[in-house]
């Protein structure tokens, strides 16, 4: 409670120093990711997709990972099985601490996972405005763990009007393919009000998710079900801002994400194991715009505090922050500098209970496990006026355990202009690094102090063909690079003892992604994508060679909207740990096909109405060995708007 209050102190003293406007892109076709600034889609050098407030409202009761891993080169391992489950982020190779999040501006991170990667089951998509996505090695402008992915979020804005309140609420089932019948084990709610008063605008959230009904791993064939395993999430968030001025704007905001979530035993047996998880934030935003360009100021601060309550209970509290401030100039109508600094600071605790004890034991103190990050980084980009795109950038990463690691990177493109459409070729060289996470620094049973950072360089060619926002084709090959992958290993069988080291060998994952978008008239749009991984044999788990994704929309007038969309994920491995031989064994999991479908319509101005069916085919299918995944299931829901 202490830190509510530390919160709120934050807003109020602190209203003046940094703040954001939350931004969004002034067309459907701008483009904030690659460069930190607004460009014309068309001039960037990288492919970026783009989910839109629209998208997310054709997709509502789903989950933000839910709604990313239909994405091309995403495999977000876990998104399909019980609520509760633990994300894989799988991107071109890599793996979770490869892949950044970045929340209005600031990348966030939990010192406490092994992987320091952020969880995206604390975030409601109702809370969401827009969410862009980069791939590729982006370390110049994100610094540490932007290796293969940013996925760059942000939230809904204050509305125009004095007052406006928002409300809205589902139910739905949570069932596996193998039960029957029909029931109720999924709710959902969100609340907002927000507005704006002369030079002052406010917004309040909350969301509820309630979800039963579905064990997280399934009994073997012939036993009863295992008991269900309930998930629950609860946000809230306020905001508040000013506008100093016609180019000065603040805000300020303090929020609070818990959830509770229900495990079972890692040896594929019922158990009554739970996670509880609870995290205050902070920060906002300073935009000052000026003749030539912008500066702006974000920061957040987080505290965490993990319980594990299982055979091996265990508790983690982490506190992280975060501030990045850059500045850009228009030297010419072609050439505009952007230069910036970010830092970070982050430390953990933990805490175990001893063999033969009932009481906790601090492992890891927080005066030891922690680090700084201070970068200064500049980029600069080139856009001609016949066709030619350059952006390029450095950045030198100091590190209070690692010293100074420099990353770069060079984006060319080129556009040609067909009469009708637009034919963009680019490709890009660029760097990165990941240190290695406090956990893996300073865990007393596996931690090791002499791990060196991962380096990865990414080399992307690819094309893509517009014309206007009708249509969207695009190519891309990557391959990618590994040094010194950081691995969880075996030191002595015989022992039964593992440790993080570096593995020295290199790796490399090459890959191919194509995707399509399609307007067909005034009421149909097809959107279609494919990848293709070849990651390195040593590190293919649960990394399928092919998926793809399709969604067919249907708009038959102003107020309807209907959706059907397509997934393959095609054969993986796996791994698990066989208690009887105390070896780890591979396994490949079948490829699996889903079919979902969605329906929404505005009755009045105020009332909207959705249906949403997940696996009309109530196809079986693993995701991970020995886990359950849902089935067909049904949503159906209402929002109001005054």
Known sequence: MKRFFFGLFGLCACSGLWAQEQQTPQTLDSVVIDTKLFKDRKTSGKLITTITAEDLAQQAGKSVATIINEVSGFE?????????????????????RQVLIVVDGIPLSDPSQIANDFDLRLLPASGIERIEIMKGASSVLYGSGAATAVISITTKRADKAPVALSLSTSLGSNQSAEEDGVNVAQFLANASISGTANKWTYKGMFNARFTDGLSAVAAPEGEDPFEADVFNRFNTQFELGYKISK?????RFVASDNFKSDFDDFSYID?????????????GNLTWKYKKGSLQINDNHSWIDREIESSFPAMYDAKTSGIDGFASYEFTSEINVLAGVNLQFSSFNSFTIPFGSETF??????????????????????????????NAGARLNNHSNYGSNAVYNVNP?????????????????????????????YDPLYGNEELEPEENVTI?????????????????YFTRNEQNFVDFVTVDPELFTFQYRNITDEFNTSGIEVE?????????????????????????????????????????????????????VGERDDSFFNSETFESETVTLDSFNLIDFNASRQFTDNIKV?????????????????????GRNWRIGFALDF
């Open 76 to 96: 977000i391992n876990g998104n399909r099985s019980n609520d509760g489950q633990n994300l894989g982020y799988f991107v071109r190779g890599g793996r979770n």
């Open 247 to 251: 180019n000065v704007k603040i805000s």
């Open 271 to 283: 158990a009554e194991n739970r996670t509880l998880s609870e995290q205050i934030r902070t920060g």
């Open 361 to 390: 034991n601090q492992d890891v103190d927080d005066d030891m496990a922690k680090f700084d990050i201070i970068d200064p980084y500049v980029t600069v980009n080139y856009n001609s006026d016949f066709g030619l795109n350059i």
């Open 413 to 441: 493109s080129y556009v040609f202009n067909l009469g009708k459409g637009d034919l963009k070729v680019l490709g890009s060289y660029s760097t990165a690094y990941i240190t290695p996470s406090l956990f893996q620094l």
């Open 460 to 476: 992307e060619g690819g094309l893509e063909f517009t014309i206007g926002q009708s249509t969207r084709i695009s190519a891309l």
């Open 516 to 568: 399509l978008f399609q307007k067909l008239g005034e009421h149909f749009q097809v959107s279609a994508n494919y990848t293709n991984t070849q990651p390195d044999d040593r590190f293919a788990l649960r990394i399928p060679e092919h998926k793809a994704n399709a969604r067919i929309g249907y708009t038959p007038d102003a107020k309807t909207n209907l959706g059907i969309t397509f997934q393959h």
């Open 610 to 630: 959705f249906v949403v069916l997940t696996n009309l085919l109530n196809e079986e299918y693993e995701e991970l060995f020995r886990f359950q995944t849902r």
